[in-house]
């Protein structure tokens, strides 16, 4: 029987965070601040909220993330939806749970140039994958997720 030559690494560390990475390859963690300020696992591409699993729980809670984030103010402008927005990449992986700190400053530079008459709401979409958001996706999800609802009530 011939020996196997190629070593194979058994770290446990690595395999946790590429199954984390596996099972969270299409999803995203949504926020929208108007609504209930709860955070929402969408599925990317029919934004469908998704019922979070334990091993999706597990992976979100226990595993650092390089963070791609699409930080949001909405507003509205007469009868016209629109937004501010940005998108921040962690520059050193974050637990999901540290994330909080780390957007509300980012919320704070974003809404200071905003018009407070027109302000509506402020949100956030985050991958952990680094999922890359275009405007049309994330305008698309925040209004499916209700980020003008506020606004329109008032108007």
């Not at 103010?73 to 749970?97: A, C, H, M, R």
């Not at 919320?107 to 952990?128: D, I, M, R, T, Y």
Request: net charge positive; glycine share 6%.
């Amino acid at each position: 029987m011939k020996k196997r030559n190629k070593k194979y690494s058994n770290n446990k560390l690595l395999r946790a965070i590429r199954t984390a990475e596996s099972i969270l390859k299409h999803y995203c963690i949504i926020n929208v601040n108007n609504q209930d300020g709860i955070c929402r696992l969408l599925k990317l591409h029919n934004g469908e909220e998704v019922t979070i699993t334990q091993d999706v729980y597990d992976s979100l809670t226990y595993t650092r993330f390089n963070w791609s984030i699409y930080i949001c103010g909405f507003g509205i402008n007469g009868s016209e939806n629109y937004t501010k927005s940005k998108i921040v990449i962690s520059d050193k992986p974050y637990l999901q749970s540290d994330l909080i700190h780390f957007l509300n400053e980012e919320h704070k530079k974003l809404l200071q140039g905003f018009n407070p008459k027109q302000l509506c709401g402020f949100g956030w979409l985050a991958s952990p994958t680094c999922h890359d958001f275009s405007e049309e996706e994330a305008f698309k999800l925040f209004s499916q997720h209700g980020a003008f609802d506020e606004g329109e009530k008032a108007a």
